[in-house]
Nanobody
Framework: VQLQASGGGLVQAGGSLRLSCAVSGRANSAVGMGWFRQAPGKEREFVAA???????YYTDSVKGRFTISRDNAKNTLYLQMNSLKPEDTAVYYC??????????????????WGQGTQVTVSS
């Protein structure tokens, strides 16, 4: 499974971005998928996950602002980010899990990772 993230960029606070993650290879192995982010000097942190195609999970700081979704026909994962804040600035990574068991918020649960896309929110 290969993951290719895109859609990052520079946006003003309050703006929106949509990240995409194209899945190639054995896409049906990517049973669970998620987005993580890492800011300079900080550890990689969980942002959102989707399992079984419809069950979604979010970290508290993005609830109500971010929406994770998956288009299986296009083998693409999305993260719609609205009302962006400067503290959302980070490199965003998509990840895929071969199972839907375990802790969806733990990076070590995921088997495949994309290369990351930079999101910068100016104040």
């Amino acid at each position: 499974v290969q993951l290719q993230a895109s859609g990052g960029g520079l946006v003003q606070a309050g703006g929106s971005l949509r990240l995409s993650c194209a899945v190639s290879g054995r896409a049906n192995s990517a049973v669970g998928m998620g987005w993580f982010r890492q800011a300079p000097g900080k550890e990689r942190e969980f942002v959102a996950a989707i399992r079984r195609g419809t069950t979604t999970y979010y970290t508290d700081s993005v609830k109500g602002r971010f929406t994770i979704s998956r288009d299986n026909a296009k083998n693409t994962l999305y993260l719609q980010m609205n009302s962006l804040k400067p503290e959302d600035t980070a490199v965003y990574y998509c990840a895929a899990d071969r199972s839907t068991y375990g802790n969806y918020a733990a990076p070590e649960e995921y088997d495949y990772w994309g290369q990351g896309t930079q999101v910068t929110v100016s104040s």
